[in-house]
């Protein structure tokens, strides 16, 4: 991926904060328990915006075991399992973010997969159906980087917009928690 596809991935994630219609600080300013919410209600925003209905999150069990998250393409969402947040993730590392951190930056990885790799939406010939929903095939190594290069763009400007508001407002919100 060179820089120029870094840098357009990060202008469509620039984009998609200021169409989301909320603050752009929103996900980083919310409080930890409500980061997962919080993401859920952006993805929301910036598919509606974008197709005019807002994506379907829920949890199910996911179409290959171990992974977090997934992309739904019938109906247009995202599917993640939080068990295994507890199972995988924590096995691996001892210094992991909160359960709620880490749902909200697969959510967004998600989303990064509307936005970032049209390519592993139109790969309709490889298309997961379990459970009478339709799931998006797995990516490349490529696309999952794309993904995650828009996921954390989104993180790294909306961290932007908090510090800035933090460094304008001496009143500003002590509580509010970030961890990304």
């Given amino acids: ?3 120029l596809d870094i840098m ?3 202008q469509s994630a620039y984009v998609s904060i200021h169409k989301s219609g909320l603050p752009p600080d929103y996900i980083v300013a919310a409080p930890l328990t409500a980061k997962r919410m919080a993401a859920m209600r952006f993805a929301q925003a ?6 005019g209905t807002p994506a379907v999150i829920i949890e199910c069990t996911l179409p290959k075991p171990g992974y977090l998250s997934w992309l739904l393409l019938r109906p247009l969402g ?3 399992d939080s068990s295994q947040v507890r199972a995988g993730v924590r096995a691996k590392r001892q210094n992991v973010p909160p359960d709620e951190t880490q749902i ?3 959510i967004l990885h998600e989303l990064g997969h509307i936005f970032a790799t049209p390519e592993l939406l139109a790969r309709r010939q490889s298309l997961i159906v379990k459970d ?3 799931f998006a095939p797995p990516g490349t190594p490529l696309e999952e980087e794309r993904a995650w290069v828009w996921a954390m763009s989104v993180f790294g400007i909306a961290m932007g917009y908090y510090a ?3 460094r304008e407002c001496a009143f500003y919100d002590d ?6």
């Fill in 132 to 134: 009478g929903k339709t």
């Fill in 78 to 80: 995202i599917a993640f």
């Fill in 104 to 106: 909200a930056r697969a």
């Fill in 1 to 3: 991926m060179t820089k």
């Fill in 46 to 51: 910036v598919t509606k915006q974008m197709s």
């Fill in 8 to 10: 357009k991935i990060a």
């Fill in 175 to 180: 509580a509010m928690t970030l961890c990304v």
């Fill in 164 to 166: 800035r508001r933090r």
